[in-house]
C-alpha cells in the first residue's frame, strides 16, 4: 500500500488559499454571525449555499485522497460559514484526526452530535479521539452509546462490530 498523496490541481490549490485567507482573516464577530444567521448567503461576500456544497464535494473528494491536510483547511471554512451543518463538523472533525490533532477533532465531533444528533459512526469517531487522548471513560461511554444506535439501524453494517470491538478492548485493558 502506498503512502503516495497525490497534489491537487491548480483549481483545488487556489480554493484552499482562498479558504486559508477566509480564515486567517476570521475575527469573533465573523464567527458569531455564522450563529446568528440563517442564510449562510445573508451577507454581500458570504458564499451561497451551492458554493458551500461545492467546496464540501472538493473536502470530500480531497479526503478520499487521503489529502486531510487540504482537505482541512476547506473543511474549517465551512465550519466557520455554517457551524450547524453537522456534515462540516463532522468532516473537519474527521481532518483534524486524520492529521493527529485529537483534541480539536473531539471538539468538531461534539459540534456535528450537537447540531446533527446522535449518530453511531460520529460517536464512534469521537471514541477513537478520546482514546488517543487517554480518555477511556468518556471514549467508552461514547462507544456504548454508539453500539446501541447501531443496534436500531436496519443495516448496521461494520461500524457495529468496529465499536463494538474497541469497547471490548477498552474494557478488556481496564482490567
Known sequence: MSNFIPRPSAEILELVQACGRHLRELDANAALKAFESPDPGSHLTDPTPGQLEAVYDTACRLCDEGNFRF?????????????????FAF???????RVGLHAHAARLYCCALVTGGDDPATLYRLAECLLALRDNANAEKALDAAVDLTRQLEHPGRLQAMAHELLENIKRNAT
Request: hydrophobic residues 40%.
Open 71 to 87: 482537505a482541512s483547511v476547506l473543511t474549517l471554512h465551512l465550519v466557520s460559514y455554517k457551524p450547524s451543518d453537522a456534515r
Open 91 to 97: 468532516i473537519a472533525g474527521t481532518c483534524m484526526q
